[in-house]
């Protein structure tokens, strides 16, 4: 996966040097995370869990609090208006 010339660390959002918009991130916000829900409901599925199954709306919403909610914090400080047109025209999932 490439880069696009920014930080591939969520870990630190602080560290971004350029907003990308492009590829995946045209479409979501967070094409990582909704990739990681998707292989969740997809094992769930093939597994027959309804558990499994149940878990990913859970899951989405304890990352979105958790981690996206502090990551779009200091993507909103460090580019301004450039992220505030970018989340009018992409959805945070889809």
């Known amino acids: ?23 995946c991130y045209a479409w979501s916000r967070n094409p990582i995370y909704l990739g990681m829900s998707g292989l969740q409901l997809s094992v769930a599925l093939c597994f027959g869990s309804l558990v499994g199954i149940l878990a990913v709306p859970l899951f989405m919403f304890v990352v979105a609090r958790l981690h996206i909610h502090v990551e779009e914090v200091q993507l909103r400080k460090r580019f301004g208006l450039e992220w505030e047109r970018y989340t009018q025209r992409v959805r945070r999932w889809l």
């Open 1 to 23: 996966m490439s880069t696009n010339g920014t930080t591939l660390n969520p870990l630190h959002p602080d560290r971004t040097t350029k907003l990308v918009t492009v590829g």
